[in-house]
Structures are given as structure tokens and as C-alpha cells.
């Protein structure tokens, strides 16, 4: 099967603070490549007016036909308003500051803007082609990459990922979920445990080129915003717009791939005939419908998918397709407002479930839980869900990783533990030197 090769972006990443590669090597997909920044807006911490200041910045580039790309970080939801009767803009559902101190949110108007259409192996100029650097741009996606499997070369502080919760602790905080939805105060809820390491801030780009080969996730990114970072191998979509059709795709349900085709397939099948996996997808897909109800055409949300098995490297994922027909003066931040923070990462109900993560967590989550993406000239979009993903300070060194899982009334404490470890895997064979 056909697929894009990664670029090796080193020397870009070298040469331009901001850079963004919103990537899928399938060729179904659709893989976008941003460099430089005309205009930007930057939120360090959620803040009145700044769901309105980045709908503003994304319609008035629309409106001139011009893309933009960023980040918009989980920590966001505290000025969405989402008590009834409260003040639209009042910080809400409030943890302590991410420790890796990421700004909440970035977006950018790129000066060079490459896409790779579906179908296509090479990109199209969409923006940009007579800047003096471009010709410098484009021969880098020919050239070849530094081999992602070998161990880096770079010398500096190289740490590996450690947990910052021992199993113990772990255990502690799940109990404290299961009291909750014993009580009724939630029916499901994602509990995330921080992970911490260090790297040099020149080994950015080759840890993203090591963590995308080891996954290969559809929804992959490297965005770069000076010494900010995120190396995502998400294989999660959170919005999805297309005209005036909305999808998104949740996944609830993760088990190790298997060490013959035997055990792969017998893994498989016991992911889709669990109960406790089919329950916690359900009840996403359920609050995913109620999300968009809100900004959909009545009667347009369908169930597209229910349950889909998807294969990655090392894991196998249970995916469900949720669209509607979107209702025609829905504004892109009507439509974050309606679904973010997205369920999959939240709970149910998703307000008490983001108290309680809150209260459990101890810290805000900064960019993981958020999203990457893009909108495109003609008002459409794809934003992924931050998972699977690396935080990279280049001027510390610091790399923050989080892992965690959706919890209900049948999840076990042990076994949830385990299938943190088993997502961290990857990203901590990236640190290996």
C-alpha cells in the first residue's frame, strides 16, 4: 500500500520559529505542512474574550481566503460558561496552572501553507510560493531523514519519562472516582496521570520523527511555536467540518496489539465482546450526540459508525463515527463551545466529570486533552484530539507526557493502571537513547 514519506523538516524546524506539520501518511487522508507566522494570537491563560478573539482571528483569515493552524489547549474550558445562569466568560472548573507553563492558546496565519490533497503522494503550493525560502522549504521533503530508529546522537540532558503518581497513587485517585459514581455524580469520568523527562531542545524534531514511525496515527502533528513543542501521535479526530456537515470520532476501547496473528485476532475480538469497553463507548457516543444536537439541524445526528475496529502499531482502538448537518448561523465558536473539551476526554456528565478531574488532577492539563488543527480558506476544518503526545520545552529541556483513561462502575483499578502503561509505552521508548 502506498503511503506519504514523512519530510524530514530538521532544517525548517532549524530556521523558522513557527512551524506546524498536521500530518497522515495514509493516502485517504490529508496532510498539511504551515511555516512561518503573518499574524498571530496567543492566550497564555483561559481569560474573558478568548473562545470570541480566536473566532474572530479564524473568520477574518476566512474571509480574506487564507488558512490558519494552532492550538487550542484543554485548560480553555474554564472561560466557556458551561453552568446554566453563569457568566459566559467566568473561569470555571479551575485546576492549577500545567507545570510545563504552555500558553492555552496559540493560532497562527501561516506564511508558507503546503497540502497534500487526498490521493496525492506530493503537496501543492497553497500559499506562499514566491517567498524567497520556499524553494529551501520544498527541498526538504526529498531529502532523506535521519533513521528514527536508532537512538539520537544529540548530546545534552537526556532523561527518561518517569511517572509522577506510583501505583498506589493511582489506586487512590480511582477509588476516589469510584465513590463518585457510586453516588450518581458521574456515569463515566478520564482520569490522566503526569509523566515527566528531559531532552535537548535540538532533538525536538527527531523525537517526533521516532514517535511517528513507532505509530503511525492518522491524526499525527509536530507544531512548533518557539521553544513550545507538542510531538502528537494522536489517532483520534475531534471535529471534523466539511460544508456544513460536522463529524466527529471518539475512541473508547484500547488493547495491545498481539504477538502472532493468533493472539492479534483473539485481542481484537475480546475488545469488541467487552462489556466494560462497549459501555464507556456508548456513553461517549451518547454525549457526543447531545454536544452536537446543539448546533446541529434537528433530527440530523447520526450514529455513523458504532463500535469500529481500528489497528494501529501498537495498539487496536474502538472508534465511533458521530455527524450532523450543521445549522447555517452556527459560528466555529458556537461550535467549540457546544463540544469542547471533547467527551472522550471528559466524562459523563461532562461538567461534574470536569470538577472532579479537576480536584483529582491537581494541575491543569495544559495542551494534551486540547487540540490541533487547522481551518481551511473556505471555513472548513479538522481538529484532532492531543493524545499520545509529547510536550517539549526547547529551552529547559522539560518533556511532559500525560496517560489516562475513561473509569466506570466496571473498570478495575489494576487494570486501568496497566492500560496507562501501555499507552506511555511509545512515548517513552522515544527518550531511550
Not at 472516582?177 to 463515566?188: H, S
Request: net charge negative; with cysteine.
Amino acid at each position: 500500500m502506498a503511503v506519504r514519506t514523512l519530510p524530514n523538516l530538521q532544517p525548517v524546524v532549524d530556521a523558522h520559529k513557527h512551524v506546524a506539520l498536521l500530518w497522515d501518511e495514509r493516502l485517504t487522508g490529508r496532510a498539511v505542512l504551515a511555516v512561518g507566522a503573518a499574524k498571530s494570537i496567543l492566550v497564555d491563560r483561559p481569560q474573558p474574550g478568548a473562545w470570541t478573539l480566536w473566532d474572530r482571528f479564524v473568520t477574518d483569515a476566512t474571509a480574506r481566503g487564507v488558512w490558519t493552524v494552532g492550538w487550542l489547549g484543554y485548560d480553555l474550558h474554564a472561560c466557556l460558561g458551561m453552568t446554566q445562569g453563569a457568566d459566559p466568560e467566568a473561569p470555571r472548573n479551575t485546576a492549577q496552572e500545567h507545570p510545563g507553563g504552555w500558553p492555552s492558546l496559540h493560532w497562527w496565519e501561516p506564511e508558507l501553507l503546503l497540502e497534500w490533497a487526498p490521493g496525492e503522494l506530493q503537496p501543492s503550493v497553497i500559499r506562499g510560493a514566491a517567498l524567497p525560502w520556499t524553494r529551501d522549504v520544498l527541498a526538504c521533503l526529498d531529502a532523506p531523514s535521519s533513521d528514527p530508529r536508532n537512538p539520537s546522537a544529540l548530546e545534552g540532558d537526556w532523561q527518561p519519562l518517569t511517572s509522577g503518581w506510583d501505583r498506589e497513587t493511582y489506586l487512590d485517585k480511582f477509588d476516589a472516582v469510584q465513590a463518585a459514581l457510586k453516588r450518581g455524580d458521574i456515569y463515566e469520568m478520564n482520569l490522566c496521570m503526569p509523566w515527566q523527562g528531559q531532552a535537548p531542545g535540538q532533538a525536538s524534531w527527531p523525537l517526533f520523527e521516532r514517535l511517528a514511525a513507532a505509530t503511525k496515527a492518522p491524526h499525527s502533528a509536530y507544531i512548533q511555536a518557539g521553544d513550545h513543542r507538542v510531538l502528537c501521535a494522536s489517532p483520534e479526530r475531534f471535529l471534523e467540518k466539511r460544508g456544513d456537515t460536522l463529524r466527529s470520532q471518539p475512541i473508547k476501547g484500547t488493547v495491545r496489539r498481539g504477538a502472532t496473528p493468533e493472539e492479534d485476532d483473539a485481542l481484537k475480538l475480546g475488545l469488541l465482546e467487552s462489556e466494560k469497553e462497549c459501555a464507556e463507548n456508548v456513553m461517549i457516543v451518547d454525549l457526543v450526540r447531545n454536544d452536537l444536537s446543539r448546533v446541529a439541524i434537528p433530527k440530523s445526528v447520526t450514529v455513523n459508525e458504532l463500535f469500529g475496529l481500528h489497528t494501529f502499531s501498537t495498539v487496536h482502538q474502538m472508534i465511533s463515527t458521530i455527524s450532523c448537518q450543521l445549522q447555517p448561523e452556527a459560528t466555529a465558536e458556537d461550535v467549540l463551545r457546544a463540544t469542547f473539551p471533547m467527551g472522550s476526554m471528559t466524562g459523563a456528565p461532562k461538567l461534574s466529570a470536569m470538577n472532579l478531574i479537576a480536584s483529582l488532577e491537581g494541575h491543569g492539563r495544559g495542551v494534551y486533552s486540547g487540540t490541533i488543527g487547522y481551518v481551511n480558506a473556505q471555513g472548513d476544518w479538522d481538529m484532532n484530539v492531543v493524545i499520545r503526545s509529547l510536550m517539549h520545552r526547547a529551552e529547559s529541556g522539560r518533556v511532559d507526557a500525560t496517560v489516562g483513561g475513561a473509569l466506570t462502575l466496571l473498570a478495575n483499578g489494576d487494570d486501568e493502571y496497566d492500560e496507562c502503561l501501555l499507552k506511555v509505552a511509545a512515548l517513552k521508548i522515544c527518550l531511550e537513547r
